[in-house]
C-alpha cells in the first residue's frame, strides 16, 4: 500500500476559479512533507516545504497545509490560471530512514 | 544560472540493447539522485549519491541497472541489457543540503523519456 494517497486524481477547473488538493500520508516518523508542481514533459519544481512545527506555508497562489497530528497536507490554488495545469506531487520524508514516499501526483487541467 | 541537465531527452531504442542516460547536476550540489516515472507507479527513487558516492541504491529494479558518478559534475545511469517494462521517464536531481532531509529542495532536470521496443 502506497504510504502517500492523493485525491482527487484529476480534475478540471475553470480559470479564476479555487481548487484544493488532498495529501494523506502514513509516513512515521515524520520528517518534512513537500508539494511539486511538474508541467508535462518537464521536471517537478518544487513549491513547498513543510516541517512537523509548520501548518501552513504559501508560495504565491499556492498554499499548503499540514496537519501533522492527522498525516493530512492540503495544496490550495488560488485564483487558478492557465498555467496551472499541471500535475501536483506530495512528498514525504521520514527522520531517520533516509527515504522518500511519493504520492502518484493530482493532475489538474484549467480551462478558460 | 543553469540547472540539472540531462541527456538525451528522449531514446528508443531495441530490447537487449545498452542504454546510457546522463546527468550534469548544479554546481554546487554534493547530492545527486536519480528517479523513474511511470504512470503506474509515479516517482520512484532508484539511487542518490552524497559526494560522488553512492549511499542507497535499494531503489534499483535489478542487476541490469547499474549508476555511477565519476566525478562532482556527471553521473550516468545505466541499463544493460533493456527491456520494454524499462520504459519510464528517468529524471536526475540534485541539491546542496547538509543533510538529507532538511528544508531544501530537490532540483530537477527535465528528464529522459526512454522507450525499449
Known amino acids: 500500500k502506497n504510504q502517500v494517497e492523493q485525491s482527487p486524481q484529476s480534475l478540471i477547473i475553470l480559470e479564476g476559479k479555487n481548487c484544493t488538493l488532498q495529501?494523506?500520508?502514513?509516513?512515521?516518523?515524520?520528517?518534512?512533507l513537500r508539494w511539486y508542481k511538474q508541467d508535462t514533459g518537464r521536471g517537478p519544481v518544487s513549491l513547498t516545504i513543510?516541517?512537523?512545527?509548520?501548518n501552513t506555508k504559501s508560495n504565491g497562489r499556492y498554499t499548503a497545509t499540514l496537519d501533522a497530528d492527522t498525516k493530512q497536507s492540503s495544496l490550495h490554488i488560488t485564483a487558478s490560471q492557465l498555467s496551472d495545469s499541471a500535475s501536483y506531487i506530495c512528498?514525504?520524508?521520514?527522520?531517520?530512514?533516509?527515504?522518500?514516499?511519493f504520492g502518484k501526483g493530482n493532475q489538474v487541467v484549467v480551462i478558460p | 544560472d543553469a540547472g540539472v541537465i540531462q541527456s538525451p531527452r528522449h531514446e528508443v531504442t531495441e530490447m537487449g540493447q545498452e542504454v546510457t542516460l546522463r546527468c550534469k547536476p548544479i554546481?554546487?550540489?554534493?547530492?545527486l539522485f536519480w528517479y523513474r516515472q511511470t504512470m503506474m507507479r509515479g516517482l520512484e527513487l532508484l539511487i542518490y549519491?552524497?559526494?560522488?558516492?553512492?549511499?542507497?541504491d535499494s531503489g534499483m529494479p535489478e542487476d541490469r541497472f547499474s549508476a555511477k558518478m565519476p566525478n562532482a559534475s556527471f553521473s550516468t545511469l545505466k541499463i544493460q541489457p533493456s527491456e520494454p517494462r524499462d520504459s519510464a521517464v528517468y529524471f536526475c536531481?540534485?541539491?546542496?543540503?547538509?543533510?538529507?532531509?532538511?528544508?531544501?529542495?530537490?532540483?530537477f532536470g527535465d528528464g529522459t523519456r526512454l522507450s525499449i521496443l
Open positions: 536531481a540534485s541539491s546542496s543540503i547538509d543533510r538529507l532531509y532538511s528544508n531544501q529542495p530537490q532540483h
Open positions: 495529501c494523506n500520508y502514513t509516513v512515521s516518523p515524520f520528517s518534512n
Open positions: 513543510m516541517t512537523f512545527s509548520e
Open positions: 512528498v514525504v520524508s521520514a527522520r531517520g530512514n533516509n527515504r522518500l514516499a
Open positions: 554546481s554546487g550540489h554534493d547530492y
Open positions: 549519491f552524497n559526494n560522488n558516492v553512492p549511499i542507497d
